[in-house]
């Protein structure tokens, strides 16, 4: 009985189905239900209740789980301690990052590969950290905005300070805004959070403001790029067009107005299952990221 093969079986749980234990290790699916079968009959006993559409533990299967997780609890423990005497740090992290933040991003995460040589980084881009991080199989992913309710760990990083934004071009064609109350007559470009809901009642200090999207999108990236192809209005944070707004491509509107806060957030799996690599990356990001942004 191999340890891999346990925690297989406790990555299964926590993920909910062979597929997404599959993609999260980077492993066939044949091959997870292959191992999971092995271990069911070494043990003489079934698992999971097994459906094309559902898996759930048997009751064999729940009473296995609660023992097996304090046992490797120990082990990891065990493993922890001895990994915290040694010098050299190893494995893989799996890492989400948003459009249009790669440039910002990477002088942190090389420095953490320059303390760290022997750390190899998987890092992807995603729309929604909370739909992509199962089916990616990513151990931190990063997220702006409002939370969605999950087994996810959120740690808070910054505050965003989101902005209405517009091209030269679009303010050319479509004429100036002076007042918030005229948006609603204007071409918005709207989020879509990970819940479904359309973000098309900007928030700020003492007064909001309904819009009519004329286009909504999941991603932030697409929603800036749409706007520097004058498409519309965006209210988008700072950090993703600050360098748009001092190169001329885009414009603030209405500076004079204060957002809501909103923070930009670290997603990452339950503590129980992260590697100690992880463990020292998301410390690593969490401490750093604040000094810069």
């Not at 459906?51 to 009473?63: K, V």
């Not at 494995?91 to 249009?100: A, R, T």
């Not at 980084?121 to 929604?128: A, P, Q, T, V």
């Not at 479904?196 to 003492?206: C, P, Q, T, Y």
Request: hydrophobic share 40%; charged share 25%.
């Amino acid at each position: 009985m191999k340890i891999d093969d346990l925690k297989l079986f406790i990555k299964v749980i926590e993920l909910g189905s062979f597929t997404a234990a599959a993609n999260a290790l980077d492993i066939p699916r044949a091959n997870v239900s292959r191992r999971i079968g092995d271990l069911e009959k070494q043990l003489g006993t079934t698992l999971f209740h097994r459906t094309t559409r559902s898996l759930s533990l048997t009751n064999q299967g729940e009473a296995y789980k609660e023992e097996l997780v304090k046992a490797l609890d120990m082990l990891d423990a065990a493993h922890h301690n001895v990994a915290t005497k040694s010098d050299v740090v190893r494995g893989v992290v799996k890492i989400g990052i948003l459009p249009e933040t790669h440039e910002l991003l990477q002088p942190l995460l090389f420095a953490f590969l320059d303390k760290y040589p022997e750390v190899e980084l998987d890092i992807r881009h995603i729309n929604n950290a909370f739909n992509d991080m199962f089916p990616q199989g990513l151990d931190i992913a990063f997220h702006g905005g409002l939370l969605k309710d999950s087994d996810i760990v959120a740690r808070k990083l910054i505050k965003l300070d989101r902005i209405l934004v517009a091209s030269p071009d679009y303010l050319t064609q479509s004429g100036k805004i002076n007042e918030l109350g005229t948006l609603h007559q204007r071409d918005c470009i709207c989020f879509r959070w990970p819940g479904g809901s359309i973000d098309n009642v900007w928030h700020f200090d003492g007064e909001n403001i309904t819009v009519s999207p004329k286009i909504v999108c999941d991603s932030v990236g697409f929603i800036k790029r749409a706007v520097m192809s004058h498409r519309g209005i965006g209210f988008l944070p700072n950090i993703y067009v600050k360098k748009e707004i001092e190169q001329g491509q885009l414009v603030t509107l209405l500076p004079e107005l204060t957002p809501i806060e909103e923070h930009g957030w670290l997603l990452h799996t339950q503590a129980k299952t992260l590697t100690q690599t992880c463990r020292l990356m998301i410390d690593h990001l969490v401490t750093e990221i604040p000094k810069v942004f």
